[in-house]
């Protein structure tokens, strides 16, 4: 075309735009800008919504300055667009005040607000949207009230969700609009209400194709595996075709239960109906369902016969590898997707610091490369990676690194403390963590079984008796939580250690299952340091009455007889594992000297 309008340029950038070529839209506005043709308040709002999608932030901030300039601000498209535009940044403020400034604010508008706040975990301010709609005298369209009962089902607020529930019905939105019908369905699930889901489904005057599987997706995403495959084979009955969310769910059940046999058979269906090559996401949940079953051959296979290698794809053999225990693997992964410009992120930074972490490769240079790794990538901040990191740098005895990591930490959660309080209790600061436990206390965050078993540890490692009694009481009595094996084990250690062996042996007998071998094992450890030999020869007679094929078990209890001079059974003890050929396991040491191992 040897002459071109503003007309043409608009159209050409929009083009461009739609068709995801936002590099060279953003060519053509500004070959548009040079030859001094005036911008149009469609080529604005082209211009910014390619911005904000393509994540060209900085030129959008351009753009928005140009739209002033030119007077363009009271411009209600330019100005949803620029709402839109911040939303994306995640400048949730800005976008407000910019929503506050339109001369008029239709349905459109409103519907943007709303999807642009949920996407960024504002729940609260979602549902206030709604009220100043309805005062505003716009009432909420089937768009709207997706956008609402989604709000409801991520912040699991039962009651306003139920109030929406009938005003959609008092609306006729339910009939009428699968969509939202759909969103009540996934309301229920997240709420933990089948029965209603179940109801919600019933009502849908056509069950299309979307309602089966969001309520096949919600029985499998529960566990409910017979209910799923019944739905699921009604709908194979009826001729809808099953759809990607669907076989994610049933993968994901088969990762949670380890249950290869019923992942191999969604694996095969899928491949019947070509699922299996199309679709980035069932080759990522094959991966990994492989992978949390244990055949690690099987997620490579899936791996390499993947069209392209995604970020995804690449998370899940990584996180497979690691759940396998082979963390060499898992580092070169890590190298691979970095030199090939596949590119990395927080869950590929966080789960090699796992791999890292309980590696023999662990150590101080290994922890900052990755550490530069996540502020190069910007991922310095993320809770997972920032666990990763005091973790790997705690476990190198490095814990003032680990503390710097924490301290960064612009708001903490229960993780992020639990990681740092294992950190001092690896090291044998255990004050330290009842301190932090204190400190996480009165900042409102509720402590979970981790975290009560970190602090527990560490005070056995400390020999603090009475703040682990404190805290294994205050675990149970103000909190409800069961301490399960660990905290008993810990908890018997350190009485043990102390030399109050009655009380460590009334509380074995209280732990689950009358106690385990570690717990027994630990029992008589501190019974022939204490030189207590009634107890100690009733642990032994416990550790061998379990007959267990541990060879460090049997050299204990014959020790044990040996040190209190019944020479004879601990002959019998060792002949005994000799006879079940009970093999030693040899053990191995890993230090690091000046950078060198």
Not at 360 to 389: F, M, N, P, Q
Not at 444 to 452: A, C, M, Q, R, Y
């Amino acid at each position: 075309m040897s002459t071109r309008d503003s007309i043409t340029y608009n159209l050409l950038i929009s083009g461009h735009g739609r068709y995801e070529n936002p590099k060279r839209a953003l060519y053509l506005y500004k070959e548009m800008v040079s030859q001094g043709m005036k911008e149009t308040g469609p080529t604005f709002s082209s211009v910014v919504t390619i911005c904000g999608s393509g994540d060209f932030y900085r030129e959008g901030i351009q753009v928005h300055c140009r739209v002033i300039s030119l007077g363009f601000g009271m411009n209600l498209f330019i100005g949803s667009s620029l709402v839109n535009f911040y939303l994306h940044m995640g400048l949730d403020d800005v976008a407000l005040k910019l929503f506050d400034q339109l001369p008029e604010r239709n349905l459109a508008v409103w519907n943007l607000m709303l999807n642009g706040f949920l996407e960024l975990g504002k729940i609260e301010e979602v549902l206030g949207f709604h009220g100043q709609m309805e005062w505003e005298g716009l009432k909420p369209n089937g768009l709207s009230f997706c956008y609402l009962i989604r709000a409801c089902s991520n912040g699991r607020f039962v009651d306003e969700g139920k109030q929406l529930h009938c005003y959609v019905i008092k609306a006729g939105w339910v009939e009428c609009n699968v969509f939202v019908a759909n969103a009540l369905v996934d309301f229920y699930s997240a709420c933990g209400n089948f029965i209603d889901a179940r109801k919600v489904f019933s009502l849908v005057p056509v069950a299309d194709v979307i309602s089966w599987n969001s309520i096949i997706s919600v029985y499998a995403e529960n566990d409910l595996l017979c209910d799923a495959l019944e739905l699921f084979s009604r709908m194979h009955f009826w001729e809808k075709k099953p759809s990607i969310r669907s076989f994610l769910a049933f993968l994901n059940l088969s990762s949670r239960r380890g249950d290869i046999l019923f992942g191999r058979q969604i694996h095969c269906f899928v491949t019947k109906i070509g699922f299996d090559s199309g679709s980035v996401h069932i080759q990522s949940a094959l991966i990994d369902m492989y992978g949390k079953c244990g055949d690690i051959e099987s997620s490579l296979s899936v791996y390499e016969g993947a069209c392209k290698r995604t970020l995804e794809c690449c998370n899940s053999l990584i996180t497979s590898l690691l759940h396998c225990g082979i963390t060499e693997d898992v580092f070169e992964m890590f190298g691979l997707m970095v030199e090939e410009g596949i590119g990395i992120d927080e869950v590929a930074l966080s789960t090699t610091l796992k791999a890292l972490s309980v590696s023999t490769w662990v150590s101080l240079d290994s922890c900052r490369l990755l550490h530069c790794c996540a502020i190069k990538s910007g991922y310095e901040s993320d809770i997972a990676v920032s666990c990763s990191l005091i973790d790997g740098y705690s476990r190198c005895g490095h814990l003032e690194l680990s503390c710097l990591v924490f301290e960064a930490l612009p708001s903490p959660n229960v993780f992020c403390f639990a990681s740092i309080i294992n950190g001092y209790a690896r090291n044998g600061m255990g004050r330290e963590g009842v301190s932090l436990l204190e400190a996480m206390i009165q900042k409102g965050l509720i402590p979970d079984k981790v975290t009560f078993l970190c602090v527990l540890s560490g005070c056995n490692h400390a020999g603090l008796v009475e703040e682990g009694k404190m805290v294994f009481n205050l675990m149970k009595s103000f909190y409800g939580i069961w301490p399960d094996r660990q905290h008993f084990s810990c908890m018997i250690d350190l009485l043990g250690r102390s030399g109050l062996l009655g009380e460590a042996e009334e509380l074995l007998q209280q732990a689950p299952g009358g106690g385990d071998s570690v717990m027994w094992s630990s029992l008589l450890q501190s019974c022939r340091l204490h030189k207590n030999e009634i107890v100690g020869k009733r642990a032994a007679k416990v550790l061998m009455e379990l007959g267990l094929e541990d060879f460090a078990i049997y050299l204990q209890v014959s020790n044990f007889y040996s040190e209190v001079g019944e020479f004879e059974a601990s002959l019998q003890i060792r002949e005994i594992a000799m006879a079940r050929k009970v093999m030693r396991e040899i053990g191995h040491s890993f230090i690091e000297v000046k950078g060198y191992s």
